[in-house]
């Protein structure tokens, strides 16, 4: 069975303390990862599609890498404005679920000044 | 404003109340999905739409009703719904459905509560 699963479940940082969040995945034939942030009371927001395992990504203070069973998102000098809660997803090529968008329960980030 | 727009964004309804959530998406995309988010689990998949035919439905009971006129619009009509229903209701649409190289684009939700 697809399952995405990311840890920890909440983490607070001071501003400036850099850290990662990570996504553990299992798929039949992965197709692609992705990374959202959510705002409360909001849609998640595209973040990031990783493809092959050693890529890597980078958007402002937030780089995304993957290797064959996890992806980190590596946070640089957080700022206040990145707290969010941060959402991994996995795509299959295969199985009962190819096609759509496994999702893990998210990575809770408060970032304080 | 990400380009899929959700009404209503609050409702709240009585477990025999008929209603109907709406999404509206204009960036000429042709896959389009409901997804149910609760506290403390995963996003949930409900229905896919693909070219307008439903390719998905996840053992969602039937109290669940969805309905694709067409490419852009896809609705979710509620009836008889139990508390435990009670969750955000999110929107989201992508071009290609097996592909979703650029990832889905989500609507901001409707939060329903049931009493």
């Known amino acids: 069975e697809d399952q995405v699963t990311q840890s920890p479940e909440a983490l607070r940082l001071q501003e400036g303390e850099s850290s990662s969040l990570n996504c553990s995945y299992t798929?039949?034939?992965?197709?692609?990862l992705f990374w959202y942030r959510q705002d409360p009371g909001k849609g998640p927001e595209f973040l990031f599609t990783l493809y092959s395992a050693g890529e890597e990504k980078e958007k402002e203070r937030l780089k995304a890498t993957l290797t064959k069973k996890e992806s980190f998102l590596h946070i640089t000098a957080p700022k206040p404005e990145d707290s969010a809660t941060y959402l991994c997803a996995v795509q299959a090529h295969y199985g009962g679920s190819q096609g759509n968008l496994i999702f893990g329960k998210g990575t809770k980030l408060s970032v304080k000044p | 404003e990400t380009g899929v727009t959700q009404t209503p964004r609050h409702l709240v309804m009585g477990m025999t109340n008929k209603k109907s959530l709406k999404c509206e998406q204009h960036?000429?995309?042709?896959?389009m999905y409901w997804y149910k988010q609760s506290a403390k689990k995963p996003l949930e998949l409900m229905f896919v739409?693909?070219?307008?035919?439903?390719?998905e439905n996840n053992s969602v009971p039937s109290r669940f009703s969805p309905e694709c006129p067409n490419s852009s619009h896809l609705f979710l009509h509620l009836h008889t719904l139990q508390p435990e229903d009670s969750a955000l209701y999110l929107c989201?649409?992508?071009?290609?459905?097996?592909?979703?190289?650029?990832?889905?684009?989500f609507g901001s939700g409707t939060r329903l509560t049931v009493v």
């Open positions: 989201a649409s992508t071009q290609g459905h097996s592909t979703a190289v650029y990832g889905y684009t």
């Open positions: 960036l000429g995309h042709n896959a």
């Open positions: 739409y693909s070219l307008e035919e439903r390719v």
């Open positions: 798929v039949s034939g992965l197709r692609g």
